[in-house]
């Protein structure tokens, strides 16, 4: 038993495969899952016939790129006609018989119809397998107690993630944020958690309610780790560094719910935040795209674009080529926190990409290079265009505050180095506009970097 506790890894004979051993097995799966699509859906059939692709056809997978790609209102429109024809969403795009299906999970999307995740009971112990992979890496073990505050609901991160937990051996307390701050505290009070599972919103919201609500700080909770899902801040080192001072806890980031893109941050301070280790490469081929011309990025360190996905060894409904406009930063060099796989970062969506001379800048590049500056700068920073992107006339124009401790005489010399390493870093040289701390809108949760001008036509 002490072995078993003293296991880093949950699976390690998948999680330690090389970058070769992981790639064979991805192309032996991704032939068979083509196949199997083609077969078993209507949908696919149609697609890759339409594309003049035959399974047959896939032998690698610069080939497997000839099959179109697939978007979420794509998604939305088929379960559209799948209910006109079948009375049911799900049946054009599922590949198992009504009867294998035996859950259903729904993204946390607000606008337009709920996009729905079909699983057999195979697909659901592939997701078991993925969340107990993630909460092990992070140090979870049997008799740690785990609080489940996400949204219980139809949300993929609901009761997937809950069951995951309980598959790996370890105990979840599956509240769920319907039942409001104050039944969490109560749980919390009366099992003695060790980790929280919540929006780190919903961190923040505890950290600001426990003293009025149980008279005491969260960081008396005795909670050792904080678990960020469902919406961005887990990988911000603001937001990382208030959590963790306020619960005094180990934060870290994790994705993937009831589908099969799963990935966790490291263990590291929270002002430092590298990424996402990928564990879930047996199941899910992730491909990078140029978000312009939508032709294959290599994955290499650093290599950047937006992302595609394929769920691989599948069942129920598997997506094939699926992008949700995410741009991802991949990293493949080992990595300093030790754990093995390759590691990603979101870093923005496709629609907010900028190319001025033939170079593609994302927002997140710029907030890189100005964050190098703190605290001469205080971080906050906007883009301004003169009309809606891709396409900027150059410069490009960033609007950025300077710190209250910078004198305006000092501000010459720092652009002068800013622009320097812009230079360097984006290979694009900005003109900036200096305004000072606290002008420009402040939100935790979400930022947009963009604005643009309003102007008459
Ligand atoms: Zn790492």
Known sequence: MAFYKERKLWNEKIETLSRDEIRALQLKRLKKQVAYNYQNSSFYQNKMDKAGVKPEDIQSFESFSNIPL?????????Q??????????????????????????STSGTTGMPTLYTLTQH???????????????????????????LSLSMFTGGLPLSQGIMHMGACVVPIGIEGGTKRVLDFIRLTSPAAIIATPSFGQYMIEKCPKVIGKDAKELGLKWFFCAGEPGGGNPEVRKMLAQGFGA??????????????????????????MHFISEDHCLLELLDPNTKKP??????????????????????????????????????????MPGMRFKIIGRADDMLIIK?????????????????????GFFQILLNKP???????????????????????????????????????????FEWVPAKTLAREMKKTSFIKVKEFNT
């Not at 009831?258 to 929270?270: K, M, V």
């Not at 300077?402 to 180095?417: G, H, N, R, T, V």
Request: net charge negative; aromatic share 8%.
């Open 80 to 105: 559209e006609e799948s209910i006109e024809q079948y009375g049911n969403p799900y049946a054009l795009m599922a590949c198992a018989p009504r009867e294998k299906i035996v859950r259903i999970n």
């Open 123 to 149: 697909d659901i112990d592939v997701v078991n397998e993925m969340h107990a992979r993630k909460y092990w890496r992070a140090g979870i073990r049997p008799g740690d107690v785990m609080i489940q505050a």
């Open 70 to 78: 697939m978007t979420k209102d794509e998604q939305r429109q088929t």
């Open 250 to 275: 180990k934060i870290f980031d994790h994705t993937g719910g009831g589908h099969a893109f799963h990935g966790i941050s490291c263990d590291e301070p929270p002002e430092q935040f590298s990424g």
């Open 358 to 378: 033939g170079v593609n800048v994302y927002p997140e590049a710029v907030k890189t290079v100005i964050l190098k500056f703190r605290p001469k700068v205080t």
């Open 389 to 431: 992107g891709p396409l900027v006339e150059p410069p490009l124009n960033i609007i950025l505050e300077y710190d209250e401790s910078i004198s305006k005489a000092k501000l010459p010399l720092l652009e002068e180095k800013l622009l320097s390493i812009f230079k360097e870093e984006v290979r694009i040289a900005p003109q």
């Open 297 to 338: 990025i290599e994955i290499e360190d650093g290599a950047t674009g937006e992302m595609v996905f394929t769920f691989l060894d599948w069942e129920g409904g598997p997506l094939m080529r699926y992008s949700l406009g995410d741009i991802l930063k991949v990293s493949v060099n080992p990595c300093h926190c030790g």
